[in-house]
């Protein structure tokens, strides 16, 4: 059995930025400890919500070294180190443990996209380099490509390969992998909207885009799960529907950004291609903040 590097929510946090363009740091620290205060279980950061994919690589190194120095172990942080080049891939993932990181996140190549043998040569080349976990990431609406529950199988063998973050929404795919990798793969959601079934096939928490605006609430959803109280936890999950859905109008982080700033915090543009959502959009993501019983 593989001990998971967390269980819970772990936030999908953003990267904020200062109005000329430059990580804002002070407000980043702002959010880690709001989050903590709130009980989030873990930081996911650099990953998609962060733009990892608008940060250079300078850049990209600071934001992980400085996240892991300012947590400083009071949750574990996981950090973005994929590639779609695998020595690129492995260059991040080293200088993550290095950095104090807990995990490496790791998505699938995308662009070049690869065979079911590739992804496992990609991965095992990754979880060779070092001995820091990592979290495989399938999410084929942004990739092109997906794991198939053989390769998930293959790849659940290494050591190092703590898990899985599954965002394809294909639950007969989930079914399958969990079915044949039992306790050497944990999974987590990658999907908000789906966080009590998956946890109901035994999915140990979410890593998720909702907690940027509900960590506490996010945090009491996967604990009743934890806990068995499906009826509770789905009556959690209905209530905060709407407000996911809000947060996935466009494309994320969009909607969660701007859903941070009418919150009140200091988040900063978007890094292009990415802009501002539509007024209508703005409109329906502050209607949803309030009926979610956020303070606007």
Same mark, same amino acid.
């Given at each position: 059995?593989?001990?998971?590097?967390?269980?819970?929510?772990?936030?999908?946090?953003?990267?904020?930025?200062?109005? $000329?363009? !430059? =990580?804002?740091?002070?407000?980043?620290?702002?959010?880690?400890?709001?989050?903590?205060?709130?009980?989030?279980?873990?930081?996911?950061?650099?990953?998609?919500? /962060?733009?990892?994919?608008?940060?250079?690589?300078?850049?990209?190194? !600071?934001?992980?070294?400085? %996240?892991?120095?300012?947590?400083?172990?009071?949750?574990?942080?996981?950090?973005?180190? &994929?590639?779609?080049?695998?020595?690129?891939?492995?260059?991040?993932?080293?200088?993550?443990?290095? %950095? /104090?990181?807990?995990?490496?996140?790791?998505?699938?190549?995308?662009?070049?996209?690869? $065979?079911?043998?590739?992804?496992?040569?990609?991965? $095992?080349?990754?979880?060779?380099? %070092?001995?820091?976990?990592?979290?495989?990431?399938?999410?084929?609406?942004?990739?092109?490509?997906?794991?198939?529950?053989?390769?998930?199988?293959?790849?659940?063998?290494?050591?190092?390969?703590?898990?899985?973050?599954?965002?394809?929404?294909?639950?007969?795919?989930?079914?399958?992998?969990?079915?044949?990798?039992?306790?050497?793969?944990?999974?987590?959601?990658?999907?908000?909207?789906?966080?009590?079934?998956?946890?109901?096939? &035994?999915?140990?928490? =979410?890593?998720? =885009?909702?907690?940027?605006?509900?960590?506490? !609430?996010?945090?009491?959803?996967?604990?009743?799960?934890?806990?068995?109280?499906?009826?509770?936890?789905?009556?959690?999950?209905?209530?905060?529907?709407?407000?996911?859905?809000?947060?996935?109008?466009?494309?994320?982080?969009?909607?969660?950004?701007?859903?941070? !700033?009418?919150?009140?915090?200091?988040?900063?543009? #978007?890094?292009?291609? #990415?802009?501002?959502?539509?007024?209508?959009?703005?409109?329906?993501?502050?209607?949803? #903040?309030?009926?979610?019983?956020?303070?606007?």
């Amino acid at each position: 059995m593989k001990k998971p590097v967390f269980t819970g929510a772990g936030v999908a946090i953003i990267t904020p930025f200062k109005s $000329t363009g !430059e =990580v804002n740091y002070e407000e980043f620290g702002r959010i880690i400890d709001y989050q903590i205060a709130h009980h989030t279980d873990a930081i996911i950061v650099c990953g998609t919500t /962060g733009e990892a994919s608008a940060l250079h690589d300078k850049e990209h190194r !600071e934001v992980l070294s400085w %996240c892991c120095e300012y947590v400083n172990h009071r949750v574990p942080v996981i950090a973005g180190t &994929g590639s779609n080049d695998t020595a690129y891939a492995i260059e991040l993932t080293k200088f993550a443990a290095e %950095c /104090g990181a807990d995990a490496g996140l790791s998505v699938t190549p995308y662009y070049n996209k690869t $065979t079911q043998r590739g992804l496992i040569a990609h991965y $095992t080349a990754i979880a060779d380099c %070092c001995d820091l976990p990592i979290v495989l990431y399938n999410v084929p609406s942004r990739t092109g490509v997906s794991f198939t529950a053989d390769t998930l199988y293959e790849l659940s063998k290494h050591p190092n390969i703590n898990g899985l973050k599954a965002a394809s929404g294909n639950f007969s795919l989930l079914a399958e992998t969990m079915a044949k990798c039992g306790d050497n793969l944990n999974v987590w959601s990658g999907n908000d909207d789906q966080i009590v079934p998956m946890m109901s096939l &035994g999915a140990k928490g =979410v890593i998720s =885009v909702l907690s940027n605006v509900a960590p506490q !609430e996010t945090h009491d959803l996967t604990q009743l799960c934890l806990e068995n109280r499906y009826p509770e936890a789905a009556q959690m999950q209905f209530k905060y529907h709407s407000l996911i859905d809000a947060l996935f109008c466009e494309v994320n982080p969009i909607p969660v950004k701007k859903a941070m !700033e009418l919150l009140g915090w200091k988040v900063g543009d #978007l890094r292009l291609p #990415l802009v501002e959502p539509s007024e209508e959009h703005i409109a329906y993501i502050k209607r949803e #903040l309030e009926n979610a019983g956020c303070k606007i």
